[in-house]
């Protein structure tokens, strides 16, 4: 009876302190988190709280586990399991902590600098470094794990018996993978793109949504997500609409009538321009850029803040154009002309009477 009784108390008084250990330490985070509202550390750490019950609880057992007075054959199977949860746990806890102090540093940098383009580009760089500390720490505790079991360290002297040709096949089985890693950082730290900017990616315009070490999400106009590998904004040609600056500048392009009043349209458009909210205020123009037997070109050249204000600045000016042009001008809108041929003596003649 005292066999069982002896582990029970032992692991039933570890968990015990391990929780009310674990409990104290929600309790100081959730009073800091109240205390200093402008920062979201403390509330992020809470979430590490479930890893660190296991880590405790581990610990408390180890430190008492003698006193369990268990067979040499239980002893080495809990002791087995009781590194494994060690290990699992610490890498959970690590990555909570990461996850914390990444969140909390691009929290803090975003209130703090009024440049959404550096915001952006931090933002990106400590998104990427916490996939890459998460890919890192699961490979480590993985191995770790495995490595417990005797099974696995004969295979591993094995294999490092053989690791130069290992070495080889690897490198080339894993070039993809290496090349989007080190694309991954190149974006990352080379400032090339970064989440929230607008880009042409295979003729699509969309906003970077997501980064990882892999690869990069676009959201497109119309909810679609393109998904790209990061090497190829590395190996191909893209447009950053966001790179040095979000003013763009669009045009419209309008196919009239030769007897279109371009004066009055080009005031008119000026109208259009300076009323509308989407307008930054920087420049407008309104030219003829071409001419047809039938047509001219007209191009009106409009700039805004973001793709979006850009976009329906657009939309709205040409609406507004043709509609105005519609009610006050109509004979400037494209039209078949039929001209009667001056009538000769010849023909006068030849008209039947």
Known sequence: MENVLRPLVVFGGALLLAYVLAWAVDRTLVRLDRRHPETPMWGLLRGGRVPLQAVLFVAFVSGFFDSTHLAKGHRETVDLWLRIILIAASAWLILRVVAAITETAAARY???THDRARARRVRT???LIQRMATAVVTVIA??????????MKTFGTSML?????LGIVAGIAAQSTLGNLFAGLSIAFGDLVRIGDEVVVDGELGTVDEITV???VVLTWDERRITMPVSYFTN???ENWSRGGTQLTGTVYLHLDHAAPIAEIRARTEELVRASDHWDGRSWSLVVTDTTPTTVEVRAAVTARTSDDLWALRCALREQLLAWLRESHPEALPGVRFIQPPLTPAREAAEPR
């Open 214 to 216: 892999s690869y990069l």
């Open 236 to 238: 191909q040609p893209f």
């Open 110 to 112: 975003s209130g703090a």
């Open 161 to 165: 018996a053989s690791a130069g040709v």
């Open 125 to 127: 760089q400590l998104t």
């Open 142 to 151: 993985v191995a770790a794990v495995l490595l417990q079991f005797p099974g």
